[in-house]
């Protein structure tokens, strides 16, 4: 019965998979643009000179994060540009060994 089970959930996945990346070859984009998470938040404070942005947001579900704020590196300062303190954003964040870094962040939502 486990296996059976097993295979089960394991099928589901492969379709699931399969799924979005035929999703992704219909819209031109590939698959992990589409699974990117792009989460919400608030801009609480930049720092460009040390490539780092303070976030007040919701749940980051790519990361299994809750709503907080928080300091996170940013992968590149020109995300910063155009950016400032009040702003809703839309962003990514991927963890990178022990630090957690913005991708992605799209102004003033």
């Known amino acids: 019965m486990k296996q059976l089970l097993i ?8 379709f699931t998979v399969q799924a979005s990346d035929e999703y992704a070859s219909d819209k ?11 989460s ?3 801009v609480r404070k930049i720092d460009a000179a040390r490539q780092k942005i303070t976030l ?4 980051i579900a790519n990361i299994g994060m809750p709503p ?12 910063l540009e155009g950016v400032a303190v009040g702003d809703k954003v839309g962003f990514v964040v ?3 060994g022990s630090k957690f870094v913005v ?3 799209q102004g003033a939502q």
């Open 7 to 14: 295979a089960c959930l394991l099928g589901s996945l492969a």
């Open 28 to 38: 031109g984009q590939d698959a992990a643009q589409v699974n990117a998470s792009m």
């Open 40 to 42: 919400q938040g608030e």
């Open 56 to 59: 007040r947001h919701g749940p």
């Open 68 to 79: 907080m704020t928080m300091v996170f590196d940013v992968k590149d300062a020109t995300l």
């Open 94 to 96: 991927e963890q990178q």
């Open 103 to 105: 991708t992605e962040l």
